[in-house]
């Protein structure tokens, strides 16, 4: 069997600093695009800024299930993808990598950073949205019985923001937004 490094602590502390990653993402993502209230957040410390979550049950509720069911609910009209890449070269036998979790925090912030800043640039939601979260993971993986399989969520007439990656010792996540260019 494959591992991604030495070590199981190594490993859970590395999946969940991704896990953390997206839910901060995501739920930076709902306030600032004003998919949720912002009187349904709340401050919190992380990464050395100030980052908003919700206070909502039913969201969080959701966000932890992620993907119990996949439905079509109309015209996409935006697109947030966070590609993880895992170095498949690492195994148990491994020499470990070197990188300081100061570092990494230091990466992510950056790109929370530009998840922030992307409100100036995208276009106004004026209109009712709902997301859902699809995750496309290779054939190989297993995953929970209550995921469903689904297609792609492609934007006609789109524009395309790539923002910084960050990367830890065994993991590599390229983030970007896709959005209609003249939305409803």
């Not at 009209?77 to 148990?92: A, G, M, N, P, S």
Request: charged share 20%; proline share 4%; hydrophobic share 40%.
């Amino acid at each position: 069997m494959m591992m991604c490094c030495i070590g199981y602590i190594n490993i859970l502390l590395k999946v969940t600093l991704f896990y953390f990653y997206q839910v901060y993402s995501i739920n930076s993502i709902l306030y600032q695009r004003g998919i949720y209230p912002p009187e349904t957040f709340e401050m919190v410390q992380k990464y050395g800024l100030t980052l908003l979550v919700t206070t909502n049950s039913e969201l969080k509720t959701y966000l932890d299930d992620v993907m119990n069911h996949i439905k079509d609910t109309g015209d996409v009209i935006e697109r947030w993808q966070f590609d993880l890449e895992c170095d498949k070269t690492v195994t148990e036998s491994s020499e470990p990598k070197q990188k300081s979790e100061q570092a990494i925090n230091k990466e992510i912030q950056a790109v929370i950073r530009q998840i922030t800043a992307s409100v100036t640039f995208l276009p106004l939601i004026e209109c009712s949205c709902a997301f859902e979260i699809m995750v496309y993971t290779d054939k190989e993986l297993l995953v929970p019985e209550t995921w469903g399989e689904t297609g792609p969520a492609i934007i006609s007439n789109s524009g395309e923001v790539k923002f910084r990656s960050f990367s830890t010792t065994i993991h590599k996540v390229d983030s970007m937004v896709s959005y209609k260019i003249n939305p409803l």
